[in-house]
């Protein structure tokens, strides 16, 4: 069985190539456009492992990734947060909202699947 994956990101382009990427490496994978529709497809079902952009309106990473940690069924759900942000800072931040994984915007299809791959088995 497919472990399923849930990508939010703002960008629909973004989306298309995680989503693409994922797939071809033998994910399941859902999307959402931003942090408040992701919490309600977390509310609704179960993943294996979020990949999360930091910038985003309405709500971003940060605090979609604190709110995804309230989640019961998403405690110890792992976050891999994407951002094109190079500053430590932003990585720090992060950790701290309980990303486990930061990967710096632009990467590679190979280092992006290897990665997930890795967290998430």
């Given at each position: 069985m497919s472990k399923k994956i849930l990508v939010i990101d703002d960008d629909p382009k973004m989306l298309v190539l995680e989503r693409t990427i994922l797939v071809q490496g033998g994910f399941a994978v859902e999307t959402a456009s931003?942090?408040?529709?992701?919490?309600?497809?977390?509310?609704?079902?179960?993943?294996?492992?979020?990949?999360?952009?930091?910038?985003?309106?309405r709500m971003d990473g940060?605090?979609?990734?604190?709110q995804i940690k309230k989640?019961?069924?998403?405690?110890?759900?792992?976050?891999?947060?994407?951002?094109?942000?190079t500053e430590r800072s932003a990585m720090s931040q992060g950790f701290r909202s309980g990303a486990i994984a930061f990967l710096t915007k632009p990467f590679t299809a190979k280092k992006f699947l290897s990665m997930i791959q890795t967290i998430i088995r």
């Open positions: 931003d942090g408040v529709e992701g919490l309600e497809k977390l509310q609704a079902g179960r993943y294996d492992g979020i990949v999360l952009d930091v910038m985003m309106p940060y605090e979609t990734a604190q989640l019961e069924a998403h405690k110890t759900t792992p976050i891999v947060m994407v951002t094109a942000s």
